[in-house]
C-alpha cells in the first residue's frame, strides 16, 4: 500500500527557478527519504530527513518534515536541465526496514 | 564502488517459461528488496529479505518467488510469467538500522508476450 504521496504529480519550470514538490503521508514514520529517478533508470538517494527533524540542507536541495501534518516538501533550488526526472518520498516505519514509496513527481526542467 | 547490479538489463519472454533476475551487492547489506515500477503505480515492493534465509512477501508477491542462500545474493524468480508482469523492476539493498538509504539496481525490463 502507498504510505507517501507526491503533489504535483508533474511539475514544468524554466531553468534557475526553484522547483518545490510535496510528500503527504498517513502514519508515523522513523524517517523520510527523497530519492530521484531519471527516465527508465534506478533511484538514487538524495537526503534523508529524521523524524526528529524539521529541515535538512544539501547542495541545492532544502528539505523540511512537518510530523504534525505528517508532510514533506523537497526544494531545488536555482533549477538546471539536469534536474529533469522523476522525484520520489519514501517514508520508512519504526524498526523495520521497508521503504514505502509515493507515485512521484515528474519535474521538467526547461532550457 | 557500492553498487547493486541486475541482470539481465532488458528481457522479452513468453508466457509460462521460467525466468530468473539476479540481484548482487557488495556493501554487505543485510536488506534486500525487489520492487516493481509502472505507469501510474509508482514502486511497489514485491518480496523481501532480512538476511540469509529470512525472506517475506511485500505487498504484490503473487507470481513471484526469491531467495537468498548468500548475503550478496537475492535472485527474482518468475516460475510462469504471466503478461500482467510485464514491468520495470528494481532490486534494493540497505545496510542496518532504520536511519539508512536503500541502493537501487539499474532496473530489469521484462516484457512477457
Known amino acids: 500500500s502507498q504510505q507517501g504521496e507526491e503533489d504535483p504529480q508533474a511539475l514544468s519550470i524554466q531553468e534557475g527557478e526553484n522547483a518545490t514538490m510535496n510528500c503527504s503521508y498517513k502514519?508515523?514514520?522513523?524517517?523520510l527519504q527523497w530519492y530521484r529517478q531519471n527516465s527508465g533508470r534506478g533511484l538514487v538517494h538524495l537526503i534523508l530527513?529524521?523524524?526528529?527533524?524539521r529541515e535538512k540542507h544539501s547542495g541545492r536541495l532544502r528539505v523540511t518534515l512537518d510530523t504534525s501534518k505528517k508532510s514533506s516538501s523537497l526544494l531545488i533550488t536555482a533549477s538546471r536541465a539536469a534536474d529533469t526526472a522523476s522525484y520520489f518520498c519514501a517514508t520508512g516505519l519504526g524498526g523495520y526496514y521497508k521503504l514505502t514509496f509515493g507515485k512521484g513527481t515528474l519535474l521538467t526542467v526547461n532550457p | 564502488e557500492a553498487q547493486v547490479t541486475q541482470n539481465p538489463r532488458y528481457l522479452i519472454t513468453v508466457t509460462g517459461k521460467k525466468l530468473t533476475v539476479t540481484c548482487s551487492q557488495n556493501m554487505n547489506h543485510e536488506y534486500m528488496s525487489w520492487y516493481r515500477q509502472d505507469p501510474g503505480l509508482g514502486l511497489r515492493q514485491i518480496y523481501y529479505s532480512m538476511n540469509v534465509e529470512v525472506t517475506d512477501k511485500g505487498d504484490v508477491p503473487e507470481g513471484y518467488k526469491v531467495s537468498r542462500k548468500e548475503k550478496r545474493n537475492f535472485p527474482l524468480i518468475l516460475e510462469s510469467p504471466s503478461p500482467n508482469q510485464t514491468s520495470l523492476y528494481f532490486c534494493?539493498?540497505?545496510?542496518?538500522?532504520?536511519?539508512?538509504?536503500?541502493?537501487f539496481g539499474q532496473g530489469t525490463r521484462l516484457t512477457v508476450v
Open positions: 502514519t508515523s514514520i522513523n524517517n
Open positions: 530527513i529524521r523524524s526528529n527533524e
Open positions: 534494493a539493498s540497505r545496510g542496518t538500522g532504520g536511519n539508512t538509504e536503500a541502493f
